[in-house]
């Protein structure tokens, strides 16, 4: 009898085993996310440091800066959604700075109500982290030029449109108020971390197979009876 049940209880064993041990190392990579998110907050609420001459989207990515500048009247919108307001737009505007260089700036968010709110532009000095957004895919709809109408923050068409650096920053604050226009800052929330998720469905696909493999060998022995 003991031989006819002792290959199918190791196979249960060694199958839970490793689900729990892939819930344990969902856990561990938990704590590390969370160590890592927390470092992203902290740096994006650093004090604000000038511009670098040349941003590195690694070393700088979220770096705190404060820039003064012109706000130009072109402006392009990608189209966004913002939790409890709806549907709307990012507005997206070329910035000169002071010494000359022109770069991108996300001004905030402008709901669909207000879409026909023209902002205005001219000297502002801004807060806020420089940002290299990844929101483009393969399904992602091509620009509607002709309306000024992007569907996701792509630097470098961006940029080109706007002849500007292929480099943004998102505003925090600025010193000239636009009403209607929310501010729509850099954080970690967009951040995937889903690995509390992950670890519940391993222990419950453990729980599963023990149980599981309780059935099997109940009614493996109710058979040799």
């Not at 190392?25 to 992203?40: F, M, N, P, S």
């Not at 990608?78 to 001004?107: C, E, F, M």
């Not at 905030?108 to 026909?116: C, H, M, V, W």
């Amino acid at each position: 009898m003991l031989g006819r049940i002792i290959f199918p209880l190791l196979f249960g064993l060694a199958g839970a085993a490793l689900l729990v041990w892939l819930g344990l190392w969902q856990l561990q990579r938990l704590e590390w996310k969370e160590d890592v998110l927390a470092q992203i907050d902290a740096r994006i609420g650093a004090a604000p440091v000038a511009l670098p001459a040349r941003p590195n989207p690694e070393s700088d990515r979220f770096l705190p800066v404060r820039v003064s500048g012109q706000v130009g009247p072109e402006e392009i919108r990608v189209q966004a959604s913002l939790k409890r307001v709806g549907p709307g737009y990012r507005v997206i505007a070329p910035l000169t700075l002071d010494d000359g260089r022109r770069i991108l700036l996300d001004r905030g968010f402008l709901p669909e109500a207000r879409k026909t709110t023209v902002l205005e532009g001219g000297a502002m000095t801004i807060e806020g982290n420089l940002h290299w957004p990844d929101e483009q895919d393969r399904y992602t709809p091509e620009p509607d030029l002709q309306a000024g109408l992007w569907f996701a923050r792509d630097l470098p068409s961006l940029a080109a449109h706007l002849k500007t650096e292929p480099v943004l920053i998102v505003a925090r604050s600025t010193s000239q108020a636009q009403p209607g226009l929310l501010p729509l800052p850099v954080d970690s929330a967009g951040i995937p971390n889903d690995h509390l998720q992950y670890a519940v469905t391993w222990f419950g696909l453990a729980l599963v197979w023990v149980v599981m493999t309780g059935v099997f060998l109940r009614a493996r022995l109710r058979s040799t009876a």
